[in-house]
């Protein structure tokens, strides 16, 4: 089947639900408890989607959820996969087009991420504002026609992240702003790497995100994207990294994260 064909069968899938969501939240490492905050939920699995990828890593269900959120419909995105994975940075490509398909018109991702900077902690929140794609990868390689030769100039919609930053705001929580730094992984960085990042510019680094946010503003979507940090970048601290810290981390940081995403995709505003 071509991609085509798989993106219109999956679109065509989910409009059958009845619900035309706007706002697509894509819900990475840590995040996954925000499936419970969607109201009346009907779901399906990525295997019914022949646009979606199978997923593998733990903490990923492939689930994709379709509900409410404050006011808005939502289509909930449990899982994605990432580039570490096979290294195809446009293994998501089918996700984007067919919400884009859909009708939707705003991405809200999340992901876990190291903090490079020494006043954003484990366990707190940070607005990306701009990447590093230091991967120098890109989802859009085989593409052809002008449309392929994105502007990522505010990449990370101004506008929304305003809207995000005033929802934190009256809900008490902190959330930093910053640069995030696109690594292959699935290794974590060296200290000399994370050195690197640091003079770069970046305050933060992950694994994922920036493919899906090119794919989005190839397709036109606006972009929103929270990371909850759940370490210190490797060197910065005497701590061990692994995958079961960071969602042990991510575990604990719920409490307040969950909540804070639920509020502000409830908030969003056209
Ligand atoms: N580096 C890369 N990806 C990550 C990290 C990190 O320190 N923490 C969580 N995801």
């Given at each position: 089947m071509s991609l085509d064909d798989a993106v219109a069968r999956s679109a065509e899938r989910i409009v059958a639900s009845g619900r035309r969501p706007r706002i697509a939240v894509l819900l990475g490492?840590?995040?996954?408890?925000?499936?419970?905050?969607?109201?009346?939920p009907s779901r399906l699995p990525y295997a019914q989607l022949p646009a979606f990828p199978v997923l593998g890593v733990a903490g990923h269900a492939g689930e994709l959820i379709l509900g409410q959120v404050g006011a808005h419909d939502v289509v909930v995105l449990a899982g994605r996969k990432h580039t570490?994975?096979?290294?195809?940075?446009?293994?998501?490509k089918g996700v984007i087009a067919t919400l884009t398909a859909c009708g939707v018109t705003t991405l809200v991702q999340t992901n876990a991420a190291g903090s490079l900077?020494?006043?954003?902690?484990?366990g707190e929140l940070m607005l990306i504002s701009d990447h590093l794609?230091?991967?120098?990868?890109?989802?859009?390689?085989?593409e052809t026609g002008n449309?392929?030769?994105?502007?990522?100039?505010?990449a990370y919609d101004p506008a929304l992240r305003i809207q995000a930053r005033a929802t934190a705001e009256r809900a008490g929580v902190t959330l930093h702003e910053g640069v995030y730094a696109w690594i292959l992984g699935p290794q974590f960085e060296t200290p000399a790497e994370i050195r690197m990042l640091q003079r770069l510019g970046a305050q933060a680094v992950g694994m994922s995100t920036v493919p899906e946010t090119i794919l989005a503003r190839r397709h036109g979507l606006r972009v929103l994207a929270l990371s909850m940090i759940t370490?210190?970048?490797?060197?910065?601290?005497d701590e061990a990294l692994s995958h079961s810290h960071t969602l042990a981390v991510a575990q604990a940081a719920q409490a307040s994260a969950v909540p804070l995403l639920e509020a502000i995709v409830g908030e969003l505003e056209g």
């Open positions: 490492s840590g995040w996954q408890p925000f499936v419970d905050r969607v109201r009346s570490y994975e096979s290294g195809d940075a446009s293994v998501m900077d020494a006043a954003v902690r484990p794609n230091i991967v120098q990868r890109s989802p859009l390689i085989g449309q392929r030769f994105v502007d990522l100039r505010d370490n210190m970048g490797c060197g910065l601290e």
